[in-house]
């Protein structure tokens, strides 16, 4: 017959348990190595690391360290979540702003090719909105028109010569695109 353990743990005995079953609870955490344990043939009690060894696993840390790192990645996560919805909201700006600029290049550079003549309220109502800046200079006129996209500001120039004094009548001399890109990009 094995040899059977009695076991005391915060003051508490308990047992008799054969050298497995102790081992086993080790095991399962149910007892540490700093129990003590007593059979037949020992003079005083001694810890459990001294009559089985040290098998047990490493105590867990402290609930508050597992709380501790277990925020750390919810904050990288909700960093980076931050982040790529800035990226997001940048990116859309930007793409909305070329989207405009694009389209408004389009539609001068149409009104250029086709000999177009109109009032300045006439342009502005066909460009879809006025010009951020003009200068008027006798019979020429130059505006310009701007996007910005936080990274990229979109910039088009627009140079108006005036055809009829009378009915304050222009026709579009050239059209070119001040934002560092090629025309019409």
Known sequence: MSKQYLIVRNGEQAGPYTLEQIQQMQADGQLLPSDMAWTEGQ??????????GNTLP??????????KTG?????????LGVLLVAAIVI?????????????????????RDDGKQDTMEGFHKIIGRKSDSDQ???NQREEIYEWNAIIRKYQIRIKYFMVNEEKKMYTILDVSDESGSSEGE
């Open 71 to 79: 925020k750390s990645p919810l904050v990288v996560r909700i960093i």
């Open 43 to 52: 003079t005083d009690w001694l810890p459990l690391s001294q009559i089985i």
């Open 91 to 111: 990116a859309s700006l930007s793409w909305r702003a070329n989207q405009q600029y694009r389209a408004t290049y389009d539609k001068i550079a149409d009104l």
């Open 58 to 67: 490493p105590s867990p840390p402290p609930a508050e360290e597992a709380k």
């Open 136 to 138: 008027d200079a006798g």
